[in-house]
């Protein structure tokens, strides 16, 4: 999560590959060194603008930048950083959940500690957390980011249903889109992280509504994933499959397609994190997206969210360019450079007070934070990036019918009692 992306989630990505450059006009003429960084990004869609923006406001400097999907980008960043060809700049998520997750990195030594920067101090003590490794931070995360369902108010119009409150309903919502001709939701799993959406949006609710402490739990060995709700989760994922609640061949859709069947009203939505907002604009710009809660129970009340850190940004410990690296790093934690983020990719800014004004399709989600009905990524607190690999390999085998919920919940605490 991913995501995470994910996750985590999170974060906005894709899945296709993308090389740019952007030019930023002559060398400055003092100051010494290269005026031009080197940036590995999963923001696409997104971090465009900023790198416009950031060497407008510095003339004489060039970003050299390239973008790609989580997968595809996690494998690569390590091997770029333990061969010495990482960029200056790179995506980081948050917290211990996969190969780019900060502690991962930072253990080794391959970040750059950057509580020294002015904005470390401000960030909230729960972005702070996962921003951060043994008390130092690594990572300047920008954006807050959830998990829910993203409906086309237009294909929703057309269709005449209303987005479900209940669980009750939402099974109801999936048949009688089903029966209009227009799957409920595009999913697009054959990009293995996209797996863990659904059910971390259905694990906040009956996992985390009865027991908050759950993680704590899961720390002290007082929990697993297979003796818990985490199996009432799993179980409801694939009623909503079994119900039709998706389109055909999830597992044959990678995640640029499932973008363009919501964007299109191919389908009435898609379970995904907000980021995917601004890339359904980009692909339908015409078109109006709303975020909402994916229900899990029949009490509407009882409803969480998965809400947290996106993925923001680390510097290479080995940065051709650190101070360069530093300064771009400082105008993404800026008012100008966040809003600028998070305006592009549906989120909400990581700091107050930066003069942001919420998207109004961010309502439900702005009201679920503001309450405290959210709670995060599933896997920024697991003990190692393995857990999360094994949940997306294991949804992936149990949809093409190669594996069940038991033993995929099995493997998780298999590898979750491994530890660090």
Do not use: H
Request: charged share 15%; proline share 6%.
């Amino acid at each position: 999560m991913k995501t995470r992306i994910p996750i985590a989630l999170a974060a906005a990505v894709t899945t296709a590959a993308l090389l740019a450059a952007c030019s930023g006009g002559t060398k400055a003429g003092s100051g010494g060194g290269s005026q031009t960084l080197t940036l590995a990004s999963v923001d696409q869609g997104s971090v465009e603008d900023v790198v416009k923006a950031f060497e407008k406001a510095n003339p004489g400097v060039k970003v050299r930048y390239t973008t790609s999907g989580a997968d595809q980008y996690q494998q690569q960043i390590r091997t770029q950083l333990s061969s010495g060809t990482a960029p200056d700049v790179m995506s980081v998520w948050p917290g211990n959940g996969n190969p780019g997750a900060t502690y991962v990195l930072a253990e080794p030594g391959y970040l750059r500690d950057l509580s020294d920067q002015p904005w470390a101090a401000e960030l909230p003590e729960a972005v702070k957390s996962v921003a951060q490794y043994e008390g130092k931070t690594y990572n300047a995360v920008f954006g807050q980011n959830g998990i829910g369902a993203v409906y086309n108010q237009q294909a929703m119009e057309k269709a005449g249903l209303t987005p479900p409150d209940t669980w009750t309903e939402l099974l109801a919502f999936c048949r009688d889109a089903k029966a209009k001709g227009t799957p409920a939701f595009a999913l697009g799993i054959q990009d293995n992280w996209v797996t863990q959406l659904v059910l971390y949006a259905l694990v906040a609710t009956t996992v985390y509504g009865p027991d908050r402490d759950f993680d704590q739990k899961m720390q002290a060995g007082q929990a697993t994933f297979a003796k818990s709700p985490w199996t009432t989760a799993v179980d409801k994922y694939l009623t909503m499959e079994k119900t039709g609640c998706f389109q055909k061949n999830p597992l044959g859709t990678n995640y640029e397609a499932s973008q363009q069947l919501a964007a299109t009203g191919k389908t009435l939505g898609i379970v995904q994190g907000n980021w995917v907002i601004a890339l359904l604009k980009g692909k339908n710009p015409n078109g109006t997206f709303t975020f909402k809660a994916l229900p899990a129970t029949d009490d509407p009340s009882a409803t969480l969210i998965p809400a947290a850190a996106g993925a923001g940004y680390g510097v290479n410990a080995k940065a051709k360019n650190e101070d360069l690296a530093l300064k771009f790093v400082t105008f993404v934690m800026s008012p100008e450079g966040m809003n600028l983020f998070v305006k592009k990719q549906g989120g909400l800014p990581s700091l107050p007070d930066t003069g942001y004004a919420v998207d109004p399709s961010l309502t439900e989600l702005s009201t679920f934070i503001q309450d405290g009905r959210t709670v995060p990524f599933m896997d920024q607190l697991w003990p190692n990036a393995k857990v999360q690999q094994t949940m997306l390999s294991g949804l992936q085998e149990i949809f093409s019918g190669q594996s069940t919920p038991r033993e995929l919940l099995g493997d998780m605490d298999s590898d979750y009692k491994a530890g660090s």
